[in-house]
Nanobody, 127 residues
Framework: QLVLVESGGGLVQPGGSLRLSCAAS????????VGWFRQAPGKEREGVSC???????????YYTDAVKGRFTISRDIAKNTVYLQMSSLKPEDTGTYYC?????????????????WGQGTQVTVSS
């Protein structure tokens, strides 16, 4: 049974950094593409970034335009964990962040086909 645990969120000032972790048990994350998503109060869940599976020949990573150049997604196979390094944080980055695996990254911007979720980790960017 897949269990996802997101962690690393917190309160940070604008311009600050956080590293989110997505730890999995029950399945090897490297067999899947893994997306990071966020949901602000009153808004739909949106895709932030996605990393393709290890078996994918592309080895691709994807970012929504709002976070390009500020966020970096990576994975640690040995720890069965996917990270989201967030820098130059802005108030509009505030929200609950979730990770989710799927066969491919396609559809990640709208979370299409991403069916497994953890409890999320709260990120608040405020002075």
């Amino acid at each position: 049974q897949l269990v996802l645990v997101e962690s690393g969120g917190g309160l940070v000032q604008p311009g600050g950094s956080l590293r989110l972790s997505c730890a999995a048990s029950g399945v090897p994350l490297d067999d899947y593409a893994v997306g990071w998503f966020r949901q602000a109060p009153g808004k739909e869940r949106e895709g932030v970034s996605c990393i393709s599976s290890i078996s994918s020949s592309t080895g691709s990573v994807y970012y929504t335009d709002a976070v390009k150049g500020r966020f970096t997604i990576s994975r640690d196979i040995a720890k069965n964990t996917v990270y989201l390094q967030m820098s130059s944080l802005k108030p509009e980055d505030t929200g609950t962040y979730y990770c989710s695996p799927k066969e491919y990254c396609s559809g990640y911007l709208t979370a299409l086909g991403f069916d497994y979720w953890g409890q999320g980790t709260q990120v608040t960017v405020s002075s």
